[in-house]
């Protein structure tokens, strides 16, 4: 039986981290997944996620109960805040319709779902526009809700920067009232953000098309180190009132991969209009999950709602933004003063975030894996967390013998 069901590739980024841990070559090096790791090349349990897990055990008032549907209330409004800052417009006014998601994917289907139901999609038809590149998951989740997935110019091969024109040409000759998916910062996968400046012209122009923005915002704190600058963009076009949404991952910047934390956040033109769209999202959430997983949800609440444990919070992020930092420099300064490797290296210390888009094509990135047993995206994006003071040189020379072929 089931004859009709075809056999499924595996998928593109996990099927690295399987490899790699059936690669028994000692200088093997992950670069695949967007997972921290420490200098030992370990994961990385943030000591302020510690503390908290601690104050969680002793807590002599913890049940098992279900949470409520849209999720643990004092987690969602300070999530919120996290996001469009405590003196955003849509706070201060009730706004926003916040609910507690399965991490940034369940986020990103929550939200492409409700749109699918509820978005009067114009002219255009029902499609969303992603980046090209983007995250490769987007495409199965816009598709698995019947929204076609279609893309705008973002990168540009030949700078390894921004296709700043094309992109905003594509926003202004796109029908009206299109939904366009925005890396709120820190691009994945190619490390590359518009500058405000950018971001403003952006807003300017999805404002006159009516367009809608729906931002998926999985690094912030990793793009800068700093929680407020990387959501610039996202505060900003609340401050202009372009029509949002806000999806929000907690995996990587509290490094809770496993606990599926995070958020979908819609700001509404109206409370009266939130309470609604909350409604539905209740409905949509209860025939999906019911209700969403506790445990990161207390963790994450315990360290929003309370400073000391927030200032905590935010000297890990810089520690895990400082090292990826330092780990672009000393890159560079392999790739470009020591190896003389041909080509230009420079966009490795421009990008930001947790990876680097290489530039390398396909072939080269196979023979890396192949040759040097570096697991990396065929689009030679790097995860820049793989590297470590004691792998980067090994890493630098076998990517200096791809490039030279
Ligand atoms: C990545 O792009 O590597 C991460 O966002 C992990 C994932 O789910 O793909």
Not at 101 to 125: C, P, V
Not at 191 to 205: L, S
Not at 310 to 318: G, Q
Not at 321 to 338: C, P
């Amino acid at each position: 039986s089931w004859h009709g069901v075809p056999q499924a590739p595996p998928d593109s980024i996990f099927k690295l981290t399987a490899a790699y841990k059936e690669d028994t070559f000692p200088q093997k090096i992950n670069l695949g997944v967007g997972a921290y790791r420490d200098d030992e090349d370990k994961p990385w349990v943030l000591p302020v996620v510690k503390k908290v897990t601690e104050i969680l055990l002793n807590d002599p008032g913890l049940d098992h109960e279900y949470l409520p549907i849209t999720g643990l209330p004092s987690f969602t409004s300070a999530a919120a805040k996290l996001i469009l800052g405590a003196d955003s417009p849509a706070i201060t006014g009730d706004r926003v319709a916040s609910v507690q998601t399965i991490s940034g994917t369940g986020a990103n289907h929550l939200g492409a779902l409700f749109l699918s139901r509820f978005y009067g999609f114009g002219e255009g038809g029902r499609k969303v526009w992603l980046s090209n590149p983007t995250w490769v998951n987007h495409f199965a989740i816009f598709n698995n809700v019947s929204i076609e997935p279609i893309t705008y110019p973002y990168y540009d091969p030949d700078t390894i920067g921004l296709a700043f024109q094309p992109f905003l040409n594509t926003l202004r000759t796109a029908a009206p009232r299109c939904v366009f998916l925005l890396h709120a910062c820190a691009h994945n996968p190619t490390g590359v953000d518009p500058t405000r400046e950018q971001w403003g012209q952006i807003a300017d122009v999805i404002l006159e098309k009516g367009h809608y923005a729906f931002f998926d915002c999985a690094y912030q704190g990793f793009a800068s180190g700093d929680l407020e600058g990387d959501a610039w963009a996202v505060r900003e076009f609340v401050k202009r009132g372009v029509p949002l949404l806000v999806c929000q991952s907690f995996a990587k910047n509290a490094g809770l991969y496993g606990e599926r934390v995070g958020a979908l956040h819609v700001v509404a033109p109206t409370k009266e209009a939130a309470q609604r769209i909350k409604s539905q999202l209740s409905v949509l959430q209860r025939s999906e999950i019911s209700n969403p997983p506790a445990h990161g949800a207390r963790l994450v609440s315990l360290i929003l709602n309370d400073q000391t444990l927030f200032d905590e919070w935010k000297r890990d992020i810089r520690t895990m933004a400082g090292r990826i930092i330092e780990m672009r420099k000393e890159l560079f300064r392999l790739l470009s003063e020591e190896l003389k490797t041909p080509g230009n290296w420079e966009h490795i210390v421009n990008q930001i975030g947790m990876f680097s888009f290489t530039g390398i094509n396909s072939e080269a990135s196979q023979a890396l894996t192949e040759k040097a047993h570096v697991y990396l995206t065929t689009n030679g994006r790097i995860s820049m967390a793989g590297l470590n003071t004691h792998n980067i040189r090994y890493f630098a020379e076998s990517l200096d013998k791809a490039v030279r072929g």
